[in-house]
């Protein structure tokens, strides 16, 4: 029923402008003017349904000015784009809030955080959610646990690598890290 309410408005709506027009032209009873040329009028109408659906009707209009019925043809097209949100259990929600939490104030590598999240009580499965769903730069977090081992000891090169690397670190965020040390 909706659907039938929509579309109705989005014709009204049609209607209306091309009614608008045909009255700006001029009407039977007035002199006939020169032709002159086509006028084209697009209308959009956008509708937002319930869920996350949205559509987009454009209608083009072509109107010939004459002492006739106008003459229209109409082209409408339909855009439809679906952004599915997943749904989050309530777990999963507090596993992201809580690893948020941890990376404001901690560099974490992406096992380092699941195991933290775990000692926590979360569960493996949303444990991993959580640093799945987290749009996190694990070089950087390699970075920034380097820069923390330095601000309190020395370390070589291939040291820091390896303390990185005990931390979860993959070798290449190992590497990456310390190289922005300067080290």
């Known amino acids: 029923m909706r659907r039938i309410l929509k579309w109705g408005a989005i014709i009204f709506v049609g209607l209306m402008v091309l009614g608008g027009i045909a009255g700006a032209l001029g009407g039977p009873n007035e002199p006939a003017e020169e032709p002159s040329e086509v006028e084209v009028v697009e209308v959009e109408a956008t509708a937002v349904e319930e869920g996350t659906t949205t559509e987009r009707v454009t209608t083009t209009i072509e109107v010939a000015p004459t002492t006739e019925a106008p003459v229209t043809t109409v082209a409408p097209t339909t855009t439809t784009t679906a ?43 949303d444990a991993n959610f959580a640093a799945s769903y987290l749009d996190v730069n694990w070089k950087d977090q390699a970075a920034k646990s380097a820069e923390h081992y330095l601000s309190f000891t020395s370390f070589s090169h291939s040291g820091l690598v390896e303390q990185l690397m005990f931390e979860g670190f993959t070798r290449e965020q190992a590497e990456y890290g310390v190289s922005q040390t300067g080290l």
């Open 83 to 125: 952004t599915p949100e997943p749904t989050l259990t309530r777990s999963q929600e507090n596993a992201i809030g809580s690893a948020q939490n941890y990376l404001s104030f901690a560099a974490f590598s992406r096992s380092g955080l699941i195991e933290q999240l775990e000692f926590e009580g979360f569960s493996n499965e």
